[in-house]
């Protein structure tokens, strides 16, 4: 297991400024070397030995590299954009971008000075990252057989390295002029993408147009991370969209930043800006492995009176009124690693939570009900956001924190005709598959078909705990009273007795009777009972207790068939 020796997983502000003066100053260096040298050839110093032919191409190629750059400062700079090769200083580590196949694509003689694709490997938090950063200051950042193959390559590279790809998309998609031999380069994109996902992490950001077929290089990635502004996906722009429907929407209504993030739910994380995009990046991938046979990196965690301090906290977030909803991530937050945790998909479907944390050093991916937002009921979107992350925890070894206060799947017609048997299974898939360690913690409500699925011990978690407040049960109490003692109520009815008197009685004894733990511990679903004020010792337990957990192959199928 690597240690990245770093008492804290995200960068701090002062990191980030060191970052910053580091790579300013080691831009600089390299600058000045390259002048240098250019320089030093020009004049003939030292350089006896280097023929007359092979100087000039070296100094024409620094040239063209140069001026590149700046023509693209001008092109970019002018949109409120980086150039691809800002992005990358911001993206590694001060000095450490190793460039692949500078001026393939290019034709020096002519002028040009490369592809419309930068690719290359570098450090992240010291660990080995490939990239390819669309230039769309060279024809639009559009992908033709030039670029296609270089960023195959990259990937063919990232896989044998078993090291994570970042792809910072920033292009007019397929060149149109080149035709077939553009769309052949995505679909072998895609394949590669497809043999990559689960093996390296793959995270895309968006800091530009990404139109047509191109979107889905990035939706088979892991994560898509997009900007407030100058970042779009969408498969057909507003122009086709108008031609086809008559409708007429704006780039950013159709397929910006903020839609994809809070409608859509396709992108995971909305960067206030470029520099806010690309920090988010680093920042997850400090919470994952360089591949799927890693465990993820570890660091130094030093207890103190902070945690106890918010252990005791616990016992005063969720209200004694079980109707009354509270924010699970003050929960979250007081259980994990300095109160850090690093949500994925933020707007989307809020009435589930996910995100990185660490647990005394370590990775974990926690997932939540929200009682905030809508009762943390589990509808279409949170199931399909919930299932995805579970997915991507196991893919990647990250044990899973569920802490459950779930009402149940949510009703009605407009679920059900949106598809929530179809998507709602995908969660049970996700947990039912996962061969990381799974710790549960029932803060409160756990009923039904809900309660079995995040997480529960019958689906596939190995420790399950439950607060004192925890309600277990298949139905709340009215429902279930309703449902059980229909006739009772009926015949009070016509006896004309007081049917709600009746009806709030039986659900008071229903409640003291079922709506408990009880059942469960008796069964062993759940481990014990414990105090709000242990759970982050529990959780920590537990998971060193499944530390030594190995993955498991029960048969020989291809693979599973997935509810899609
Ligand atoms: C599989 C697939 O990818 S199918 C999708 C195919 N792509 C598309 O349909 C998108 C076509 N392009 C566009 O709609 C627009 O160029 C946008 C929205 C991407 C960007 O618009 P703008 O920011 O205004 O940039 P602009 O249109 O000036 O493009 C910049 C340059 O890239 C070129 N360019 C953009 N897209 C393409 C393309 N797909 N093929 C060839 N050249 C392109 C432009 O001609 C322009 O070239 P120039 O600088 O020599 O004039």
Redesign the pocket.
Known sequence: MSDVSSDRVSDTTAKKADKAAAAAEAEAVKRETAQAAVEQISNGDSQSQIRQPVRDAIIKAAQLAREAETSARKRQHG?GKHTARERLDLLFDADTFEEMGRFSGGDINKGKAGSAVVTGFGKVHGRTVGVYAQD?SV??G??GQAEGLKICHLMDMAMQMKVPVVALIDS??????EGVAA?TQ?GHIFRKTCQASGFIPQISVILG?C????VYCPALTDLIIMTKENSNMFVT?PDVVKAATGETIS?DELGGGYVHNAKSGVAHYLGEDEADAIDYTRTVLAYLPSNSDEKAPTYAYASGHTEREAAKRLKTIVPANDRQPYDVLEVVRAIVDYGEFVQVQELFAQSAIVGFACISGKPVGIVANQPNVRAGILDVDASEKVARFVRLCDSFNLPIVTLVDVPGYKPGSDQEHAGIIRRGAKVIYAYANAQVPMVTVILRKAFGGAYIVMGSKSIGADMNFAWPTSQIAVLGATGAVNIIHRKDLQKAKEAGQDVEALRSKLADEYEASTVNANLSLEMGEIDAMIDPEQTREVIEESLAMLASKRRVSHNDKHHGNQPL
Not at 172 to 177: C, M, N, T
Not at 211 to 214: D, I, R, T
């Open positions: 949109k769309f024809r639009g559009t992908l007019g998609g397929a060149r149109i002029q769309l995505y147009p139109a047509g077929g191109a722009g780039m």
